[in-house]
T-cell receptor, first 115, second 109 residues
């Protein structure tokens, strides 16, 4: 149990375009989903926390207009990187939690390359 | 502020035992997690401690002392596949996970 899927696993896009990443909890209802970014050889950086049916809470320094998060159901959250630039190239990972204080289960991650 | 401290890198020999320490200072405490992350992959859950003491799960054990703000992850009978980063994370009073920077464990034959 506790499987989280993420799609796509890899994406290459041109500068200025938008990319949507999907995160799904396959066998449980996720009251909360989290979006992280990780640069090579660095730790996880929390970008935002989203609860189903409400607006996401963004961490300081993360542009909410650039990284659009939608958590429309208890099993699906999406992250859209708008007007992507090469510096947005990174490993984006989502995680989902059934409730507090349960552990977060991570999706396999999406490697985004912006050319 | 809130912070998690763990060593940046450790090296151990295949078949041996290694202990990875984690100290924390957070606003409140609702449990401590250990995750394993192989290069290029997402983290996978290893253990959760909320009460003091040792939790054993196969070759991996995790210990917690809340009064000392301290935890360790103990890996026994090390295998080459255990080469990975090990992340310590604490759930604070708001159930927000505070992450350590991770400890890169290198296993040598």
């Amino acid at each position: 149990g506790a499987v989280v899927s993420q799609h796509p696993s890899r994406v290459i896009c041109k500068s200025g375009t938008s990319v949507k990443i999907e995160c799904r909890s396959l066998d449980f209802q996720a009251t909360t989903m989290f979006w992280y970014r990780q640069f090579p050889k660095q730790s996880l950086m929390l970008m935002a926390t989203s609860n189903e049916g409400s607006k996401a809470t963004y961490e300081q320094g993360v542009e909410k207009d650039k990284f659009l998060i939608n958590h429309a159901s208890l099993t699906l959250s999406t992250l859209t990187v708008t007007s992507a630039h090469p510096e947005d190239s990174s490993f984006y990972i989502c995680s989902a939690r059934e409730g507090e204080p349960y552990e977060q289960y991570f999706g396999p991650g999406t490697r985004l390359t912006v050319t | 502020g809130q912070n998690i401290d763990q060593p940046t890198e450790m090296t151990a020999t295949e078949g041996a035992i290694v202990q990875i320490n984690c100290t924390y200072q957070t606003s409140g405490f609702n449990g401590l997690f250990w995750y394993q992350q192989h290069a290029g992959e997402a983290p996978t859950f290893l253990s959760y401690n909320v009460l003091d003491g040792l939790e054993e799960k196969g070759r991996f054990s995790s210990f917690l002392s809340r009064s000392k703000g301290y935890s360790y992850l103990l890996l026994k009978e090390l295998q080459m596949k255990d080469s990975a980063s090990y992340l310590c994370a604490v759930s604070n009073s708001n159930y927000q996970l505070i992450w350590g920077a991770g400890t890169k464990l290198i296993i040598k034959p």
